[in-house]
């Protein structure tokens, strides 16, 4: 596509109006690569000065991906040379990192709600450009956040702020609001076979 519209849009808005309008993103399906996605993108953030915010709502705050070395490696570089932008990596598991919890064994339901609680209080403040709530669609259809309360904050958030939502079964609410929706279909993977994963592609 390189880019290229296949429609003329009759919104009244200039290209570059267009062109600065605050994206919702939600990757969501069956197969493999949702997060990923959404810190590739987090990388093009970071290259073009973004604050960058990324948070985990399920995965343990024991785990360590690799990609959040390497986002959090470019913060410390932003912070020494100004280069790209700043870098926040929070993980829910062991208490997130401003409840000052760690160790703690939180229930998991309150500790999502203490997550969002933190997310709608920062996209209040405009803290940052691009947010990354990943496997944020599980404590939603898990009922620990409000849909409603996720759909309203969203669809209402001030200025030019990217989101980006990964999970499966994104709930429909939110599809309906999003700019773009990407669902990963599985054809095969080695798990299929009994492969365990392996450093450098699943972690």
């Known amino acids: 596509m390189k880019g290229r519209i296949t429609v003329d849009p009759q919104d009244g808005l200039s290209t570059r109006q267009r062109r600065q309008r605050p994206i919702l993103a939600v990757h969501t399906g069956e197969g493999k690569g949702k997060s990923t996605a959404a810190f590739g993108l987090a990388l093009r953030g970071w290259n073009q000065g973004w604050s960058i915010g990324v948070f985990q709502f399920v995965k343990s705050a024991k785990w360590r991906i690799g990609e959040q070395t390497v986002l959090?490696?470019?913060?410390?570089?932003?912070?020494?040379?100004?280069?790209?932008?700043?870098?926040?990596?929070?993980?829910?598991?062991?208490?997130?990192?401003?409840?000052?919890?760690?160790?703690?064994e939180a229930d998991h339901a309150?500790?999502?709600?203490?997550g969002w609680a933190e997310v709608k209080r920062r996209l209040a403040a405009h803290t940052h450009d691009l947010y990354v709530l990943d496997e944020f669609t599980y404590p939603m259809n898990w009922g620990w956040v409000d849909i409603d309360d996720v759909v309203t904050t969203l669809r209402e958030r001030p200025g030019q702020q990217h989101v980006v939502v990964t999970g499966r079964q994104a709930p429909a609410q939110?599809?309906?609001?999003?700019?773009?929706?990407?669902?990963?279909?599985?054809?095969?993977?080695?798990?299929?076979?009994?492969?365990k994963g392996q450093k450098g592609i699943e972690w």
Do not use: C, N, Y
Request: negative net charge.
């Open 72 to 104: 959090e490696r470019l913060g410390q570089l932003h912070e020494q040379t100004g280069e790209g932008g700043p870098v926040e990596w929070h993980k829910m598991g062991s208490g997130w990192s401003w409840t000052r919890q760690s160790g703690d």
């Open 110 to 114: 309150a500790a999502a709600a203490d």
């Open 174 to 195: 939110l599809v309906e609001i999003a700019s773009i929706v990407t669902e990963m279909t599985k054809i095969k993977h080695p798990f299929d076979e009994g492969q």
